[in-house]
Structure formats: C-alpha cells, structure tokens
C-alpha cells in the first residue's frame, strides 16, 4: 500500500457456482467500467470462460474495488492456467491495491491449480509490472481487442 494511505483491502476468492448474484453483478460492473468504459474497448466480456473459473475479488469498506480471474488450464491456453480480467477501480489506484491483488491472485492460483504453470496476456504497457511479479515475457507482442498485449509466463 503507497504512503497515506490507512485504507486496508479484504479479498474473497469464489469459483462462479458460489458466486451470490450481487457478487456477480459487482464484478460484472467493474469489469466492463474500466475494460469497455474507460479503455474505450467494446468487446463481449461474458466469454463464457467465467464459468470454469475462481472469482478474486478485493473489497474495500463494502465496495469492490479490485477484481482477477482464475482459471484452469486449457481454458485460456493450452496446457497452462491462467490469470485474467485484472482490473482495479479508477478511485483507488496508486494505493498499491493492483500490486496486492496480483500477489493473492498468483498465490490462489498457485493453490487451486498446482500442477500447471501461469500464463497471462498482458497489457504490453504493463510489462515492467508483471515483470516485477515474476513474470516473463514469451512469444511477440499482438493486438487484442485493439490494445498491444504480450503473453507472460510465471517463473
């Protein structure tokens, strides 16, 4: 957490059937506020992968405020699990809450799917973060959904 702040974040990590429907909605919200809203990247976000995954979300006095998914192997990638959807809130970013949520989100996935490495798709603007993660960058950088991303892989 950055200096200043006292504000303390509280995760839950739930796979979809426990999601309850405001859980759902909540991470449905966040998800497209800052994806298609704030990044101007209309794309269908129900991909129907979240179905198959775990829900990580960080709540913060009540109100979600940082969100990944976890999911099993071959669901986003050949043989490797994978971490996606990662997003804080515009209201409390450089509070250090994307840095906590990534270190719970690699440890649960670690936890939930022990045999198989982590593969992500970056944002390429992101790299040094993920890098700093333990992450390493693999393959050339492509366009999704219009934003340069790469693939990385936890060491």
Request: hydrophobic share 40%; proline share 3%; aromatic share 12%.
């Amino acid at each position: 957490m950055k200096q200043g702040s006292t504000k303390e974040i509280t995760f839950t990590c739930k796979h979809f059937q426990d999601l309850s429907l405001q859980e759902l909605y909540q991470c449905m919200h966040l998800r497209q506020a800052v994806f298609v809203v704030e990044q101007d990247c209309p794309y269908i976000d129900a991909d129907n992968k979240d179905q198959d995954g775990w829900h990580l979300m960080g709540w913060l006095e009540g109100q979600l405020v940082a969100y990944a998914r976890l999911l099993p192997a071959d669901v986003s990638f050949a043989g490797y699990s994978s971490i996606g959807r990662v997003v804080t809130d515009a209201k409390v970013r450089k509070w250090g809450f994307g840095r906590q949520l990534m270190q719970v989100a690699n440890a649960r996935i670690l936890e939930k799917f022990p045999n198989h490495p982590v593969k992500i798709s970056a944002q390429s603007y992101l790299i040094r973060f993920y890098e700093s993660l333990g992450y390493e960058k693999t393959g050339t950088e492509y366009l999704e959904d219009g934003i340069p991303h790469i693939a990385m892989i936890l060491k």
